[in-house]
């Protein structure tokens, strides 16, 4: 069975339902000069998105967005020139409920399903990333206005951790969050899944998103309402918050790509360079795959998405739930092919989004298996845009699985010193999963 993890923190669902339980649980009608109704049963996913769509005024049509785009910038005579000019707000103001009612509505189940009988966590992906945008928008919602002067863009996906492995395509799942930290323009939203099974909701996965604010056009930052905290339980969720901004931080710094590695991980490197020297050659140019192994070289697989509109999001470029389901797919895929049997996620981190994917964009989606571990399987999928008149190549995103599988699976051996990095970099991603595991 794949691990079920969770984060053991102060952030962790356990205080996360404290604080929604105190909160009420409400649903939108239709938009109305900015109001949000408060009613008994909670929205699904489909009001979720139509409610995005009314606070920035984007359009449904194709045809229209450089007029909603045009309007849209007239916005930014509301944005406040300082954080001191906004009113505080609690972590109840943002505290959301959302279904998704497969159980109750058969003809949602097709979208949802997959070949194995079970939900297509794609899906829940991009139904993750517009619930994080919309808990963000309720943080900074002004009921003065008619239309947020604000960009809510998610700039990360701190962690997605499974606490169980399989999600049933004909059983309801309820959604809830809040924001539980803020910096100046930057907001971190918690998220919890669950499912309704055999007469009672039981725990799917807990998910950590980092959302940033822009201005109207998406060309610089906005301020955001501070977070007061109310009691020690929220005050706990908040500093939690401030220790994932220092951990993201330090882990950016020591990045493969500024720094070399340790000296454990040099000798690590060495290792499997010495493993790999044919001994009847004595050479450094003659190498062989040591048994049960794979060269990383074997161990990719790559895809090609033309970014049309039906893909846009609020702000007509490419959705970023999307580019995480196309991501989490080819991943999936490639660890399937590489061990041969079904994989089952056990985790998701560190999804960074470098850039927007712009409309008629072509992106090209680049698996591979960088790491090993008995019956683990760490795949990072790397995107980018090709300008096909420039040929220009663009990093858009960078995103982090960890797979297990029903048996042990070969070892990936690094060539190259560029692999090696690659390999080194899925080890440290691998090593911080299992951390957290119970």
Same mark, same amino acid.
């Given at each position: 069975?794949?691990?079920?993890?969770?984060?053991?923190?102060?952030?962790?669902?356990?205080?996360?339902?404290?604080?929604?339980?105190?909160?009420?649980?409400?649903?939108?009608?239709?938009?109305?000069?900015?109001?949000?109704?408060?009613?008994?049963?909670?929205?699904?996913?489909?009001?979720?998105?139509?409610?995005?769509?009314?606070?920035?005024?984007?359009?449904?049509?194709?045809?229209?967005?450089?007029?909603?785009?045009?309007?849209?910038?007239?916005?930014?005579?509301?944005?406040?020139?300082?954080?001191?000019?906004?009113?505080?707000?609690?972590?109840?103001?943002?505290?959301?409920?959302?279904?998704?009612?497969?159980?109750?509505?058969?003809?949602?189940?097709?979208?949802?399903?997959?070949?194995?009988?079970?939900?297509?966590?794609?899906?829940? =992906?991009?139904? +993750? &990333? *517009?619930?994080? @945008?919309?808990?963000?928008?309720?943080?900074?919602?002004?009921?003065? !206005?008619?239309?947020?002067?604000?960009?809510?863009?998610?700039?990360?996906?701190?962690?997605?951790?499974?606490?169980?492995?399989?999600?049933?395509?004909?059983?309801?799942?309820?959604?809830?969050?809040?924001?539980?930290?803020?910096?100046?323009?930057?907001?971190?939203?918690?998220?919890?899944?669950?499912?309704?099974?055999?007469?009672?909701?039981?725990?799917?996965?807990?998910?950590?998103?980092?959302?940033?604010?822009?201005?109207?056009?998406?060309?610089?930052?906005?301020?955001?309402?501070?977070?007061?905290?109310?009691?020690?339980?929220?005050?706990?969720?908040?500093?939690?918050?401030?220790?994932?901004?220092?951990?993201?931080?330090?882990?950016?710094?020591?990045?493969?790509?500024?720094?070399?590695?340790?000296?454990?991980?040099?000798?690590?490197?060495?290792?499997?360079? =010495?493993?790999? +020297? &044919? *001994?009847?050659? @004595?050479?450094?140019?003659?190498?062989?795959?040591?048994?049960?192994? !794979?060269?990383?070289?074997?161990?990719?697989?790559?895809?090609?998405?033309?970014?049309?509109?039906?893909?846009?999001?609020?702000?007509?470029?490419?959705?970023?739930?999307?580019?995480?389901?196309?991501?989490?797919?080819?991943?999936?895929?490639?660890?399937?092919?590489?061990?041969?049997?079904?994989?089952?996620?056990?985790?998701?981190?560190?999804?960074?989004?470098?850039?927007?994917?712009?409309?008629?964009?072509?992106?090209?989606?680049?698996?591979?298996?960088?790491?090993?571990?008995?019956?683990?399987?760490?795949?990072?999928?790397?995107?980018?845009?090709?300008?096909?008149?420039?040929?220009?190549?663009?990093?858009?995103?960078?995103?982090?699985?960890?797979?297990?599988?029903?048996?042990?699976?070969?070892?990936?051996?690094?060539?190259?010193?560029?692999?090696?990095?690659?390999?080194?970099?899925?080890?440290?991603?691998?090593?911080?999963?299992?951390?957290?595991?119970?």
């Amino acid at each position: 069975m794949c691990p079920l993890l969770f984060r053991a923190s102060y952030g962790s669902s356990f205080v996360l339902y404290r604080v929604l339980k105190s909160a009420v649980s409400f649903t939108f009608s239709k938009f109305s000069m900015g109001q949000i109704s408060r009613q008994e049963k909670a929205p699904d996913m489909a009001e979720v998105r139509n409610r995005l769509r009314e606070i920035v005024g984007a359009s449904t049509n194709w045809k229209d967005h450089k007029q909603a785009l045009t309007e849209r910038a007239s916005l930014s005579q509301y944005l406040a020139q300082s954080q001191d000019e906004l009113p505080a707000k609690t972590m109840k103001d943002s505290a959301i409920e959302a279904h998704l009612p497969l159980g109750t509505q058969p003809a949602l189940r097709e979208k949802y399903l997959n070949y194995h009988n079970s939900v297509r966590f794609g899906r829940i =992906l991009e139904d +993750l &990333d *517009s619930l994080a @945008v919309l808990i963000c928008y309720s943080h900074t919602w002004n009921k003065e !206005l008619k239309r947020s002067p604000l960009s809510i863009v998610t700039a990360l996906v701190d962690k997605i951790d499974m606490r169980k492995n399989i999600i049933y395509p004909d059983c309801d799942i309820k959604f809830t969050g809040h924001v539980t930290w803020v910096g100046k323009t930057s907001i971190e939203a918690k998220m919890h899944m669950s499912q309704y099974h055999n007469g009672a909701y039981t725990d799917v996965l807990d998910a950590t998103f980092v959302m940033v604010a822009r201005d109207p056009e998406n060309k610089r930052a906005a301020f955001i309402n501070p977070l007061i905290p109310e009691g020690p339980e929220e005050e706990a969720i908040f500093q939690q918050g401030e220790i994932n901004k220092k951990r993201r931080v330090e882990l950016s710094t020591a990045s493969l790509l500024k720094v070399a590695p340790t000296a454990e991980e040099r000798t690590l490197v060495h290792n499997l360079f =010495l493993n790999t +020297l &044919d *001994s009847r050659t @004595v050479s450094f140019r003659s190498r062989i795959l040591p048994p049960n192994s !794979l060269w990383m070289e074997d161990a990719k697989m790559k895809g090609l998405e033309i970014c049309h509109p039906q893909e846009r999001n609020i702000f007509n470029r490419i959705f970023g739930g999307f580019l995480m389901r196309k991501a989490y797919e080819l991943g999936w895929a490639n660890a399937c092919a590489f061990a041969g049997c079904r994989p089952t996620l056990v985790a998701v981190d560190d999804i960074l989004f470098r850039k927007p994917v712009e409309i008629g964009s072509l992106l090209l989606l680049s698996s591979q298996v960088c790491y090993t571990e008995g019956m683990h399987v760490q795949v990072r999928v790397h995107t980018e845009v090709l300008d096909p008149l420039t040929r220009q190549h663009s990093t858009t995103n960078v995103f982090h699985f960890t797979f297990h599988v029903e048996k042990e699976v070969p070892s990936v051996v690094p060539q190259s010193y560029g692999e090696s990095m690659l390999y080194l970099d899925g080890k440290r991603h691998f090593d911080e999963t299992m951390r957290t595991q119970i």
